[in-house]
Each structure stands twice: as structure tokens, then as C-alpha cells.
T-cell receptor
Framework: QKEVEQDPGPLSVPEGAIVSLNCTYS??????FMWYRQYSRKGPELLMY????GNKEDGRFTAQVDKSSKYISLFIRDSQPSDSATYLC???????????FGAGTRLAVHP | NAGVMQNPRHLVRRRGQEARLRCSPM?????VYWYRQLPEEGLKFMVY????????ESGMPKERFSAEFPKEGPSILRIQQVVRGDSAAYFC?????????????FGPGTRLTVT
């Protein structure tokens, strides 16, 4: 079993839709949770960072962490064609700096 | 502000040759991480370095791979005697010293092709 599970998609939605992206994990020691966006043949770009459980909002993006269920989510409101990319969840334990990534979900937002 | 810089962006090597990948962290950052991304897979941690020190190399293959981050100059990921299975995108990330180490910023990557 992988430490971090993420549905690879692809996920195709119309412009303006609300997008929900999710990851589950097995290691209860994870405390820091991140979402990265990666455009084709580019480096990952940090979108959201959350510590422990709770919600964090930044513009059209909302990150949620439910440690009791070992489940994290990223919501994108009013999705745009420019949001079309692969979204990677990542997480780490408190004492360790290495990030453990999900496989990434490919998102396509069509006009 | 320059971000994380990696070069070369594309590298082609024949089987048995050596590959050298370079990474210059963001200004003010002293922590460097290397990750590998195979086609259709997520990123896999390889090694974490600070200046002149390897902190965690738990993701590095036991043979042929090495990394360094000297006092002066970029971090180097070296792959000796490359094989076709080494073909992948290699990403470097950096973070500042101190309490902000959880935010890792990635470079554009080096795409290695072994023929």
C-alpha cells in the first residue's frame, strides 16, 4: 500500500465548475500538507500549505485536512481553463523535511 | 527574484556515460532537495542536503548515484554509468534555513534521456 493515494484522473470539467481533488494517506505521523500545481513539462508550483487539521482559503482555492480520516482535499471554485494542470498532494512528518507525494490528478477545464 | 535554477534543462546520455545535474537554490536558501519523477508518476524523494552536509539520503539508489552541495557553487546530482531506467525528470527544490523549512520551492527540472 502506498503511503499517499491520489486518483490520477483525468478529471474533465466545464469552465466555472467547482473542482474537488482528494488524497488519502496511511501515516498518522504526517502533520504538514501541501498542494502543488504542475503544468506539462514544468516544475511543481506550491499552491497551498496547511499544518495539522483545518481549512485554509486563498482566493479560489480552499484546502482541507481531516487527520481523523487521513483525508485531504483541494477545492477550486469558478474553475478556469488556465487551471488545467496536474495537481499533486504532498505531506511530511514533523521531524523530517522530505515530502511524500501522491501520484497527481490530471485536471482539464474546458471552455 | 530568481527562483530555483537547474541546468541543463535537457540532457541526453548514452548507456554507460555519466550525467551531472546542477541546482542553484533560491537566494537565501541553504537547504536543497532532489526528487525524481518517472513518467506518469508522482515525485519521489531522493536526497536532502545542507551546505557541505548530506542530511537524508534515504531515497537515493545504493549504487551509481551521489549528491553534493559544496560551500560554494551549486548542488550536483551525479549519476554514473547511466542505464535506460534512469530516464526521468529530476527536480531540485530549496527552502530557507530555520523554521520555514516546510515550504519547498521547485526548479523547472532536468529531463534526462538515456539512449
Amino acid at each position: 500500500q502506498k503511503e499517499v493515494e491520489q486518483d490520477p484522473g483525468p478529471l474533465s470539467v466545464p469552465e466555472g465548475a467547482i473542482v474537488s481533488l482528494n488524497c488519502t494517506y496511511s501515516n498518522s505521523a504526517f502533520q504538514y500538507f501541501m498542494w502543488y500545481r504542475q503544468y506539462s513539462r514544468k516544475g511543481p508550483e506550491l499552491l497551498m500549505y496547511t499544518y495539522s487539521s483545518g481549512n485554509k482559503e486563498d482566493g479560489r482555492f480552499t484546502a482541507q485536512v481531516d487527520k481523523s480520516s487521513k483525508y485531504i482535499s483541494l477545492f477550486i471554485r469558478d474553475s478556469q481553463p488556465s487551471d488545467s494542470a496536474t495537481y499533486l498532494c504532498a505531506m511530511r512528518s514533523g521531524g523530517y523535511n522530505k515530502l511524500i507525494f501522491g501520484a497527481g490528478t490530471r485536471l482539464a477545464v474546458h471552455p | 527574484n530568481a527562483g530555483v535554477m537547474q541546468n541543463p534543462r535537457h540532457l541526453v546520455r548514452r548507456r554507460g556515460q555519466e550525467a551531472r545535474l546542477r541546482c542553484s537554490p533560491m537566494k537565501g536558501h541553504s537547504h536543497v532537495y532532489w526528487y525524481r519523477q518517472l513518467p506518469e508518476e508522482g515525485l519521489k524523494f531522493m536526497v536532502y542536503l545542507q551546505k557541505e552536509n548530506i542530511i537524508d539520503e534515504s531515497g537515493m539508489p545504493k549504487e551509481r548515484f551521489s549528491a553534493e552541495f559544496p560551500k560554494e557553487g551549486p548542488s550536483i546530482l551525479r549519476i554514473q554509468q547511466v542505464v535506460r531506467g534512469d530516464s526521468a525528470a529530476y527536480f531540485c527544490a530549496s527552502s530557507p534555513p530555520g523554521q520555514g523549512t516546510y515550504e519547498q520551492y521547485f526548479g523547472p527540472g532536468t529531463r534526462l534521456t538515456v539512449t
